[in-house]
């Protein structure tokens, strides 16, 4: 899955002129907390509702007290801004917003804005791309991290006719050994477990399934 699949493309902006009470007013009315700032097209800085709050003393003057001359945004932008291609995969786009400890990537693609990914975005595509909007059941196998594993449980639960909605493969705790873990489109696990227990590989969830314990 890429940006352009999750991005919004409807972008609120404002330019470095607008004023702090104004862009506020928007977040507010459009329920977001991230406004790319643009001049002449190009973009020049975001504010995001975390920057209004750090400047909470000119927002109250400003917007509470009225005062004759508001500040502008572009005393509160950030300048540096992180962003994003359309083409580039989800997952890149989230390690960003992690390591940056940002809520959003504005999208940019031949020195335009045309979108912006934020981590509501994020967490949208994370539930579609494990299958959990879907009637499904979680399966977590532990098995030794060799090549071949995911084929050989995969064949496991296809002998059952079960569809698998997604797979993740996690490290365990224990060396040499690594979880897979499946959302399958059923809600009997018992059969299935059955034939995995009996293949030699651990289920560590759901705990009930596995009789070790």
């Known amino acids: 899955m890429l940006v352009e699949d999750i991005m919004t493309r409807d972008v609120e902006t404002v330019s470095p002129s607008t004023n702090i009470c104004d862009a506020l007013a928007i977040m507010e009315e459009r329920r977001i907390r991230h406004l790319p700032v643009l001049a002449g097209g190009a973009l020049v800085g975001i504010v995001s509702e975390g920057d ?18 508001r500040t502008p945004v572009e005393v509160v932008m950030r300048r540096r801004v992180f962003t994003a291609h359309p ?18 990537l504005p999208v940019v693609s031949g020195g335009e804005l045309v979108g912006i990914v934020t981590q509501t975005d994020l967490i949208r595509s994370l539930v579609e791309l494990m299958g959990v909007n879907r009637s499904s059941s ?19 639960i296809r002998k059952h006719g079960v569809n698998i909605s997604s797979v993740l493969t996690l490290p365990a705790e224990e060396a040499g050994e690594k979880k897979l873990v499946f959302r399958l489109q059923t809600i009997d696990l018992r059969r299935i477990a059955g034939d995995i227990r009996e293949a030699g590989y651990r289920i560590t969830w759901p705990p009930t399934l596995d009789e070790t314990r």
Not at 52 to 69: H, P, T, Y
Not at 87 to 104: H, K, Q, S, T
Not at 143 to 155: F, H, K, N, S, T
Request: aromatic fraction near 2%.
């Open 87 to 104: 083409l580039d995969p989800i997952e890149e786009a989230a390690l960003v917003m992690y390591r940056r400890r940002i809520g959003c």
């Open 138 to 156: 979680r399966l977590e196998v532990q098995v030794p991290d060799r090549p071949g594993m995911l084929a050989q449980i995969a064949e496991l």
């Open 52 to 69: 209004l709050k750090e400047a909470q003393s000119l927002v109250i003057r400003d917007c509470r007290e009225g005062a004759e001359r």
